[in-house]
């Protein structure tokens, strides 16, 4: 079954980067640099975000309104929502149906959020408290009489990192 080569040309590359040593780089003219500033760039941005969702803003869709039910859909900041302050088509982001929820999720993660940091300052500078475990011999004897113990640190998980909590509490009353 002698088949016959079929001759297929590579595409070549185009303004490769050659070093003074002669060997050829596979990316094009500047695209290394490219690549280097971007890893740069978010090693930069990685290392400077203490709280990566500060400046963040989310938005929603206007509820809709029954006197335009035809209308394109508008976003606002959800921080808009029920502020007092029409920004949606017939003031919709505004009715008492509609803050109803809002209002009272906002309150309730508020609370959260202050007691949350309550905790965490009024421990802090404390000694963490350690559990006790008994550890028994081999023989059942003297079980009640072995007085060996280790201490193990409790593990305490942090709430500030869950609610985005900074040691300042400037993200106190700010959109979650």
Same mark, same amino acid.
């Given at each position: 079954?002698?088949? *016959?080569?079929?001759?297929?040309?590579?595409?070549? $590359?185009?303004?490769?980067? !050659?070093?003074?040593?002669?060997?050829?780089?596979?990316?094009? #003219?500047?695209?290394?640099?490219?690549? +280097?500033?971007?890893? %740069?760039? =978010?090693?930069?941005? %990685?290392?400077?975000?203490?709280?990566?969702?500060?400046?963040? +803003?989310?938005?929603?869709?206007? $509820? &809709?309104?029954?006197?335009? $039910? /035809? %209308?394109?859909? &508008?976003?606002?900041?959800?921080? =808009?929502?029920?502020?007092?302050? %029409?920004?949606?088509?017939?003031?919709? =982001?505004?009715?008492?149906? @509609?803050?109803?929820?809002?209002?009272?999720?906002?309150?309730?993660?508020?609370?959260?959020?202050?007691?949350?940091?309550?905790?965490?300052?009024?421990?802090?500078?404390?000694?963490? #408290? @350690?559990?006790?475990?008994?550890?028994?011999?081999?023989? *059942?004897? /003297?079980? #009640?009489?072995?007085?060996? !113990? +280790?201490?193990?640190?409790?593990?305490? *998980? @942090?709430?500030?990192?869950?609610?985005?909590?900074? /040691?300042?509490?400037?993200?106190?009353?700010?959109?979650?």
């Amino acid at each position: 079954m002698g088949g *016959r080569r079929r001759n297929i040309e590579l595409p070549k $590359p185009e303004n490769l980067d !050659v070093d003074s040593y002669g060997n050829v780089d596979q990316y094009p #003219e500047g695209l290394r640099k490219l690549i +280097a500033q971007n890893i %740069a760039n =978010d090693l930069y941005a %990685a290392n400077n975000t203490k709280n990566p969702r500060k400046g963040y +803003a989310s938005y929603i869709q206007c $509820p &809709k309104s029954s006197i335009m $039910p /035809d %209308a394109p859909p &508008k976003c606002i900041k959800s921080t =808009d929502l029920c502020n007092g302050v %029409a920004d949606c088509p017939g003031a919709t =982001d505004e009715t008492p149906d @509609s803050c109803l929820w809002h209002k009272l999720e906002q309150e309730q993660v508020q609370s959260l959020r202050s007691e949350t940091y309550r905790i965490r300052h009024n421990r802090k500078g404390k000694k963490q #408290e @350690s559990h006790h475990y008994v550890m028994k011999s081999c023989s *059942r004897e /003297d079980d #009640e009489e072995n007085n060996n !113990v +280790a201490r193990h640190k409790k593990h305490s *998980r @942090s709430f500030g990192k869950i609610l985005n909590l900074d /040691d300042d509490n400037s993200s106190m009353g700010s959109e979650y």
